[in-house]
């Protein structure tokens, strides 16, 4: 005889809680009187609260702050200390507590149910938790928010190499550490792994570090981590992996014994393998096939009206604030259809923004040089040393990095920018602004940066420009 499943019932269900699933859950209802719910299996707050950018971050910026001091002249030079590093991401990451996002939940009136939450029909999730299983039926919309997973090829799987938790929930510090990997995660890690005693090498297959960016800014990255003495093979295939008694040992502890490689650039021996070579989005159990659908049409967008994906599951830009962007579209596009009205969006995509906090920062926005010529545009660049601006030079005593622009010849409209050194962080979001909002180079200078701001390497850049960039084109 069957077991009865509690059934509740909300205009919105969210499966997922991360900063996407939180969002569209806020948004979708938000001055509305809809109800919403987010389904959460592990801690609210998501992959980038506890994994990923908040930790991240908490335990770079000691280290930047730590070699500023090194270089600029005036103060005394500050050293990072392991244990007040690692004490640093406990407080930024709450101890791994998420209390607090509960009493924001509860405070935003979105409902919390914990546990694994899939599909098992149309507006229909079951929820499984040790407390028993519960039915959420969703009057208007269900949200797929489930985060995505790090590529682990059969070859690594045995080795149980660390994925990004385990260098950010760092416990128990390496000897020697390998990473594979060139792209965003492996750039970062290998710093904080560095600075909390590893020796790091990083195994990259791409002939260049951050390949999706300027190659500039790759070449700038490179110089910078082996300046710092980690061990950088480009250009390298891993072709075996072993390990001595692997041993899920959990989050940020090393995993068994000794890790041995062997590679294109020959055999590499380690205490532990972080491994970055990608995620997928976390769609394998979910419950599509209940609705008929695939991991496929998840990503293709051919979803039914009542469906939505966002954040790393939609196969979009896996970034936190892509995905909280996209969030808040989607949700008022399902606030505006409860009233019977259409939300107004732009014509076109946004670009999207991205920051990474290496030494030197790499920040970039739109299309490379590369992809606006391969899309058909007719381009211009302009490209200066990021400490061409007076405000740029003041900030550390050596300035290391270009920075450049590239705008199209025909329109004058910016198509993509990319910044690198000191704080490039801090100055990208005004060229996404000006991508947004249609903002053409002639009008951009006559937006006058503060001097002496590192923003005012904006006008080195126009200035670099030739001379019919001044005017509207003709």
């Not at 510090?173 to 995660?185: A, F, K, M, N, Q």
């Not at 892509?322 to 107004?344: C, D, N, T």
């Not at 053409?440 to 420009?465: D, F, G, I, M, N």
Request: proline share 5%; net charge negative.
């Amino acid at each position: 005889m069957g077991t009865d499943v509690e059934t509740q019932e909300y205009d919105v269900v969210v499966i997922g809680g991360g900063p996407a699933g939180e969002n569209a859950a806020q948004y979708a209802v938000e001055g509305t009187g809809m109800t919403s719910v987010v389904v959460e299996r592990e801690l609210l707050g998501g992959e980038c609260s506890y994994w990923a950018c908040m930790p991240s971050k908490a335990l770079l910026r000691p280290i930047t702050v730590a070699d500023l001091t090194g270089d600029l002249g005036g103060v005394s030079t500050a050293h990072v200390t392991p244990k007040s590093l690692l004490e640093r991401r406990d407080y930024w990451v709450s101890s791994y507590d998420d209390s607090g996002q509960e009493t924001w939940a509860d405070g935003a009136g979105i409902g919390v149910v914990r546990g694994s939450g899939r599909l098992v029909g149309e507006r229909r999730v079951r929820v499984t938790s040790s407390a028993g299983d519960v039915e959420l039926v969703a009057r208007r919309a269900v949200v797929l928010a489930t985060g995505s997973d790090p590529v682990v090829p059969a070859m690594y799987a045995d080795a149980l190499p660390w994925g990004s938790r385990d260098a950010t929930a760092v416990t128990e510090v390496p000897d020697r550490l390998v990473v594979v990997g060139g792209g965003v995660v492996a750039c970062e890690a290998a710093i904080w792994m560095q600075a909390l005693g590893s020796d790091v090498t990083l195994v990259v297959r791409d002939p260049r570090l951050l390949a999706r960016t300027e190659p500039f800014a790759g070449e700038a990255v490179l110089a910078g981590l082996r300046e710092r003495g980690i061990t950088v093979h480009l250009g390298t295939e891993v072709r075996d992996v072993r390990r001595e008694a692997p041993e899920a040992t959990g989050d940020g502890r090393i995993h068994g014994g000794t890790v041995t490689l062997a590679t294109s650039a020959g055999e590499l021996v380690a205490d532990e393998l972080l491994l970055s070579i990608g995620r997928t989005p976390r769609l394998d159990d979910v419950g599509l096939d209940t609705v008929g659908l695939s991991a496929d049409d998840v990503k293709a967008g051919r979803l039914p009206e009542w469906l939505y994906a966002v954040g790393d599951a939609s196969g979009m830009a896996p970034l936190t604030h892509w995905g909280k962007y996209r969030a808040r579209v989607l949700g008022a596009r399902i606030a505006a259809a409860s009233e019977g009205e259409v939300a107004w969006e732009p014509d076109r995509e946004a670009p999207v923004p991205q920051v990474v906090f290496s030494d030197p920062e790499v920040a970039s926005v739109g299309m490379t040089e590369a992809e606006a010529r391969e899309a058909g545009h007719e381009v211009v660049t302009t490209r200066v040393p990021t400490s061409s601006a007076a405000g740029t030079s003041l900030l550390r005593d050596t300035v290391v990095g270009e920075s450049q622009l590239v705008v199209d010849a025909k329109t004058h409209l910016l198509l993509g920018a990319t910044f690198v050194g000191v704080e490039a962080g801090e100055l990208v979001h005004a060229a996404t602004v000006a991508i947004v909002g249609d903002v053409p180079v002639h009008v951009l200078r006559h937006a006058v940066a503060s001097y002496p701001t590192a923003a005012e390497l904006w006008l080195r850049l126009l200035e670099e420009l030739p001379a019919e960039f001044r005017r509207p084109p003709q």
